[in-house]
């Protein structure tokens, strides 16, 4: 599955009980989203943008993807235009498919923005 593969898919529920992927599948789908990174047990990205009104606009554009796929990131900003960004299934307590269907459809919008990877 492609990055490509993973935007054409969007996310669904997934119940209390039900197993995080296993690491096989996480390494496996982690390939397919550059840029993001396991850290902690959640898929992350740090990111540094021209300046605080541009992190702020993406946030927003961030957002409005969220709600429409109803699967939310933690995120934390900064140093006034670094931003970390964390998602995981806190339903199951680990990594699901809807944290790379997220995890793609953030690098697409990250294709019209000016940043810079802030590990």
Known sequence: MSEV????QHCVEYPAGTPP??????????????GWRLDEGVLRRRLRFGDFMALIVFINRLAYVAEQEQHHPDFLVHGYR???????????GGLSLNDFIMAARVNRLLESESFEENW
């Open 5 to 8: 593969d993973l935007l054409s």
């Open 21 to 34: 992927l296993p690491a096989a599948e996480v390494e496996r789908y982690l390939s397919r989203v550059p």
């Open 82 to 92: 670094r931003m970390r960004l964390d998602f995981a299934t806190h339903s199951i």
